[in-house]
Nanobody
Framework: QVQLVESGGGLVQAGGSLRLSCVAS????????MGWYRQAPGKQRELVAT???????DYADSVKGRFTISRDNAKNTVNLQMNSLKPDDTAVYYC????????????WGQGTQVTVSA
């Protein structure tokens, strides 16, 4: 159905930047919401940012002002520009795609590691 391929993770020093990208392939219907979640060791997976098909965005308070989510509907891609990175941002970042009223309607990427050193 829908396959997600993430890229852009890596190791950076505090204050640095990374840009994550996720490409969704195989979507026969339009994608309603695309987003990024992250999971740090010993913690639950949490929302980082989402963006709807109309461009409405939602950010976690911890990343607001530092991260920017964007999407290209023609290419079925979602990006996450991460600036002013902090060690607390260290986590595996997962791309997520949702299609409302379409089964299964929820897809996850395999994750990409982001490590921020002090």
């Amino acid at each position: 159905q829908v396959q997600l391929v993430e890229s852009g993770g890596g190791l950076v020093q505090a204050g640095g930047s990374l840009r994550l990208s996720c490409v969704a392939s195989g979507a026969r219907l339009s994608i309603d919401v695309m987003g990024w979640y992250r999971q740090a060791p010993g913690k639950q997976r949490e929302l980082v940012a989402t963006i709807s098909s109309s461009g409405s965005t939602d950010y976690a308070d911890s990343v607001k002002g530092r991260f920017t989510i964007s999407r290209d509907n023609a290419k079925n891609t979602v990006n996450l520009q991460m600036n002013s990175l902090k060690p607390d941002d260290t986590a595996v970042y997962y791309c997520n795609v949702r299609q409302i009223f379409v089964w299964p309607g929820n897809y996850w990427g395999q994750g990409t590691q982001v490590t921020v050193s002090a």
